[in-house]
């Protein structure tokens, strides 16, 4: 029985569309979903796409489901990811790999052949001491395998050419669009309030992986500044990790007005119920939290880091990474400024409104792809 599903369908009859393999690892960082618009896009204007990645992927962002083949591949470089990836490229007019890691399997599978390969940079690594060099060499070997460096944001560009890409380019990458969500009520608000703790208190909301590089203990330690506050906000961090227990520790230790939700898959609904958002990530190239917060017009303190501030614009509170004092400061000078949250708010509404959409996005890669073909 074949590993492969196939839902894609039958192109029209005396045409060849292009076979495009998409390449992805976890599908953290967004690429997931950009992965899922992408091939959705991409059928949709008639190409064939297989999707290379983990089960754990196909069953988190569901690839067949938009219409593309799915081919279970794990993103390590050992012979046998390296061999069942070259097999599924068999015949492929092009492949696509999103992350440097994919990259490095594309590349290594790709050894021999004339397929041209494009990656896409959707974050930078932060590894130290020896795994650091290592990075650089293995961001040097996928940077100059590939035809085209598409990098999610502006810094993410420079790198790749900094490593010796011969062509980088910022992409567009855009979030998925979510119906308007409907008006559910006071008592709807009332209750998703109630159920975090935070009846009469101010709610701020932060979403991430609970790890050591994300950036949550300069949040711990910025929540120290309204600890002492009646009435006492409260911070709600959606996300899991290997960290959590840590940070449940710290929590309690100093008796910080925070509480971990774990993982959570009603984002939206919590920044609906949320007085603010707050992001202290250390980098980020498209934060999906910022995105998310700005849609539903909500209020957001930001991190100057990566592409947040070409993201957001004037549309958020930007603080520098590293200074908890800073970050408190903007927390606190919001919640005392019902006018400037909505200011920020509505700001946030005009600042998304002018983002690439999805369309965009397909639109960008498919000439991408119709030059490095010619090519």
Do not use: N
């Not at 279970?72 to 092009?94: H, K």
């Not at 600890?227 to 959606?238: C, E, F, G, T």
């Not at 600042?351 to 369309?359: C, K, L, R, S, V």
């Amino acid at each position: 029985m074949s590993s492969t599903v196939s839902s894609t369908p039958v192109p029209p009859h005396g045409q060849s569309p292009l076979h495009a393999v998409q390449v992805l690892g976890s599908g953290a960082w967004g690429s997931g979903v950009h992965v899922r618009s992408l091939a959705a896009g991409l059928v949709a204007r008639g190409l064939r796409v297989t999707v290379c990645a983990p089960w754990s992927a196909e069953q988190g962002y569901g690839f067949t489901a938009a219409g593309a083949r799915f081919s279970p591949v794990d993103a390590r470089t050992g012979a046998g990811d390296v061999a069942a990836l070259r097999a599924a490229c068999s015949g492929a007019g092009l492949v696509h790999a999103h992350g440097v890691r994919s990259g490095l399997l594309a590349a290594l599978a790709l050894q021999g052949r004339s397929t041209p390969l494009i990656v896409t940079w959707h974050a930078r690594g932060r590894p130290a001491g020896r795994r650091e060099h290592l990075a650089r060499v293995v961001e040097r070997r996928v940077a100059r395998a590939a035809a085209v460096v598409l990098g999610a944001s502006s810094d993410l560009v420079d790198r790749a050419r900094a490593r010796g890409a011969r062509d980088a380019r910022l992409a567009p990458v855009a979030v998925p669009a979510r119906p308007p969500a409907p008006d559910r009520g006071d008592d709807w608000w009332h209750k998703t309030r109630a159920d975090l703790g935070a009846v009469e208190r101010p709610l701020l909301l932060s979403v991430g992986r609970l790890e050591a590089d994300a950036g949550f203990d300069p949040l711990l330690d910025a929540a120290h500044a309204w600890r002492d506050l009646d009435p006492q906000p409260l911070l709600a961090v959606a996300g899991e990790g290997r960290d959590r227990a840590a940070l449940q520790r710290r929590i309690d230790d100093e008796g910080l007005p925070v509480r971990l939700l774990g993982r959570r898959d009603d984002v939206p609904e919590l920044l609906a119920a949320a007085d603010m958002a707050v992001l202290s990530s250390p980098w980020e190239a498209r934060s999906l939290l910022a995105q998310e917060a700005l849609h539903a017009g909500v209020p957001l303190v930001a991190t100057a880091v990566g592409g947040v501030p070409d993201l957001v614009g004037e549309a958020a509170e930007l603080v520098p990474y590293g200074s908890p004092e800073a970050l408190a400061a903007a927390v606190l000078r919001l919640l005392s400024d019902p006018a400037r949250r909505a200011e920020l708010a509505a700001a946030g509404l005009a600042q998304a409104a002018g983002w690439p959409t999805e369309d965009d996005t397909v639109a960008h890669v498919l000439r991408v792809y119709d030059e490095v073909a010619q090519r």
